[in-house]
């Protein structure tokens, strides 16, 4: 049963890096669609990881957090930087490389290790900072021996963010997103992966009353599923989606498939309605 544990998360290794490899070269993916597709329940996961992805719940940068430096111990030594310090801020880069790793026996603990490749700049108008553009890139890997149970969580966040009015809580999103969510069970001796790619186009962001709300803008997607099942073959079923998101307000989007399928989705609960 450990060497198949193991094995577990050799293979979850192994689709962060086909993940990445296949992200960067753009190449095509593996396709099957002899199963019955649940487009109802695939919807909901493509929105709500989506929404995940902007806010930080993987980790990365959090769009809730409007015009500010994600990481703010990387000021934290140097006083004179704020949002209205002009001179400073505007152009200002951070680039930095770093992992953490907490739990020490996995067989009482959950192991959890984190590695983030993070660029930052401000950007600015008129002398003014109003924006920034983020190249964030994370893996987040949760592992407990005993429970056989490993989880992990790959982004790839690389867009502009610009405040479009004085509050800095209405903003605009372009650019593209990259997210891998992956669970497995030793015990069933079976992992899940979706991998999608998506590319925002004019989106608007309002977080001035609360959680981030998309009111407009659209996403297409690229979406890869896979099941490993490691008693029958290392690979089960690979299958790759294509679609759009329209974005409705009230934390809405309508997710169309192409071709074909469309529903409603909830981005915070993950709730599904027929469009």
Do not use: W
């Not at 297409?220 to 974005?247: R, V």
């Amino acid at each position: 049963m450990k060497q198949n544990f193991k094995r577990l998360l050799f293979i979850l290794a192994a689709a962060v890096f086909l993940y990445a490899s296949c992200k960067r070269a753009n190449a095509p993916s593996v396709s099957n669609t002899t199963q019955a597709v649940d487009f109802k329940a695939l919807s909901s996961q493509i929105g709500t990881q989506f929404y995940k992805s902007i806010t930080g719940q993987y980790g990365g940068t959090d769009v809730n957090k409007g015009i500010t430096l994600p990481h703010e111990a990387a000021f934290a030594a140097n006083k004179k930087f704020s949002l209205n310090s002009v001179v400073p801020l505007c152009g200002t880069v951070i680039d930095t490389t770093y992992q953490t790793l907490t739990g020490v026996d996995p067989k009482m603990d959950t192991i959890k290790s984190h590695f983030e490749n993070f660029h930052f700049v401000y950007t600015c108008d008129a002398g003014v900072v109003d924006g920034y553009l983020v190249r964030d890139s994370l893996v987040n890997k949760n592992f407990r021996d005993g429970d056989l149970i490993t989880d992990i969580y790959a982004i790839t966040q690389n867009y502009a963010v610009k405040a479009l009015d004085q509050t800095y809580k209405y903003v605009s999103m372009d650019g593209s997103l990259s997210s891998l969510v992956g669970t497995g069970s030793g015990e069933a001796q079976t992992s899940n992966t979706t991998a999608s790619i998506y590319y925002l186009v004019g989106l608007r962001v309002n977080f001035a009353s609360g959680p981030a709300d998309i009111t407009a803008g659209t996403t297409s997607f690229k979406t890869t599923t896979t099941e490993y099942n490691l008693i029958q073959s290392p690979i089960k079923h690979i299958t790759t989606y294509y679609g759009t998101i329209q974005y409705l307000g009230n934390h809405k989007a309508k997710i169309t498939f192409i071709p074909g399928a469309a529903y409603i989705v909830d981005l915070i609960t993950g709730v599904v309605t027929p469009a």
